[in-house]
């Protein structure tokens, strides 16, 4: 198996509970690897402030749709699709490892579609069926 390596430069969890609105996640350093296995798998790992351990406690069972901006801040941001695979303490810091698959489309067509899903009333659990089944 071989894989890729990226420096991730920002991190953006969108919350279904608050209509897909983003919690940017401040980095204090970060990488994203690309497994590239059979499964297209994407590992995405922040070293951030121990500060976010109870918002990530309460999200460790659900998919997280997530935003990340690679290599170059100026870059486009990637979705992805992720589960909660680790998280450690680490001092005052910890870290937070994500795997996923990577959202092909746009990003307007991703938000566009995930806006249309919210207005017609779905959240949590349905929201991510639903986005599935038309994604």
């Known amino acids: ?7 991730l430069r920002k991190l953006v969890v969108l919350d279904y509970d608050k209509g897909l ?8 350093d970060g990488l994203i690897i690309n497994r590239e296995d059979d499964y297209d798998t994407w590992l995405i790992e922040g070293f951030i402030n121990r500060n976010y351990w109870n918002y990530f ?3 460790k069972h659900e998919e997280l749709m997530v935003q990340a901006t690679i290599t170059k801040e100026s870059n486009e941001p ?10 450690h303490e680490i001092g005052q810091q910890m870290n937070v ?7 092909d489309k746009q990003k307007k067509d991703v ?3 995930l806006t249309a899903l919210v207005e017609d009333g ?14």
Do not use: D, P
Request: negative net charge.
């Open 21 to 28: 609105e983003g919690t940017e996640v401040e980095l204090i």
């Open 122 to 135: 779905y959240e949590g659990e349905e929201l991510i069926q639903k986005f599935k089944e038309i994604y």
């Open 1 to 7: 198996m071989c894989v890729k390596t990226f420096k």
């Open 78 to 87: 990637a979705s992805f699709i992720t589960k909660m695979t680790e998280m």
């Open 111 to 113: 938000e566009q579609l």
């Open 97 to 103: 490892m994500l795997m996923g698959k990577i959202i």
């Open 57 to 59: 406690e309460n999200k």
